[in-house]
């Protein structure tokens, strides 16, 4: 009865809804694997030298304290991101705000793309280059920004890992972040034991610093879904986790 109900409300839902309501229900469905934050060989996809720590700071020192190996790739060169700076300087600032972030929290293999920020495309040459990561590093877990953050970058490198995964035989599990738009997750992890690391680590970035409080933001928002999605007081970082399919699937019906 009660999803009979469901199904005629649906169907008086005006058109233009039905996607939301569809997106709402598939990530409920997704996620409980059992391997969950326990892969060996991780990849973390940021579309910008900052990314990688905003969205997965924390999980990145606990996939440490577990020995695993981390690689993160870097989309775009991060010319774009302060008109403040000769945008070759700004790219080579960036990077060494990334290498010293990551090197804080015990990451070494940084692999940086460089794709001129704002303009890059979903193109062949960029989805090879994460197909042949994941083959040649035997990459378990990919974190990723999904195609409905609110940053076109994002949503560019959202589409890339999902065409470059999509004939791959392998049971990766993808967990996806977002950076510039809220996120209803599949999974919350409480990273209160990382929190302070992670802080250090973001306050390294100062040519980001300088036009946006990225701290207060990601703090806020941490803090936030703890309390909402981890029933506890401290900080959060909060992923749509699922397969492959999963994530392409729910990609689609957004756009
Ligand atoms: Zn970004």
Redesign the pocket.
């Known amino acids: 009865m009660k999803n009979l109900l469901k199904l005629l409300y649906r169907m008086l839902l005006p058109k233009r809804l039905l996607p939301h309501v569809d997106l709402f229900s598939n990530i409920r469905k997704l996620n409980d694997d059992k391997n969950t934050l326990n892969e060996k060989n991780v990849l973390i996809v940021?579309?910008?030298m900052?990314?990688e720590i905003?969205a997965c700071g924390g999980v990145i020192q606990q996939y440490v304290k577990k020995s695993a190996n981390i690689t993160v790739v870097f989309m775009?060169d991060g010319s774009e991101?302060n008109p403040n700076y000769d945008p070759v300087k700004l790219a080579k600032l960036r990077k060494e705000e990334s290498r010293h972030a990551c090197g804080l929290l015990g990451v070494t293999d940084l692999i940086f793309l460089d794709n001129i920020e704002k303009s890059f495309k979903n193109n062949e040459e960029n989805r090879s280059a994460i197909k042949n990561l994941v083959e040649e590093k035997n990459i378990e877990a990919i974190f990723y920004?999904m195609a409905f953050?609110g940053?076109r970058?994002?949503v560019t490198t959202s589409w890339i890992v999902l065409d470059a995964l999509k004939n791959l035989k392998s049971n990766l599990n993808l967990y996806g972040y977002c950076?510039?738009s809220p996120i209803i997750p599949t999974l919350t992890v409480n990273i209160d034991d990382e929190i302070e690391q992670k802080i250090k680590a973001m306050e390294l970035f100062k040519t980001q610093l300088e036009q946006f409080d990225l701290i207060d933001m990601t703090l806020s928002n941490s803090r936030y879904m703890g309390y909402v999605y981890g029933m506890w007081k401290g900080h959060s970082e909060n992923f749509i986790a699922g397969t492959v399919k999963e994530h392409e699937r729910l990609s689609r019906l957004i756009s």
């Open positions: 940021a579309p910008h900052d990314d905003i775009t991101g920004p953050d940053n970058d994002h950076v510039w």
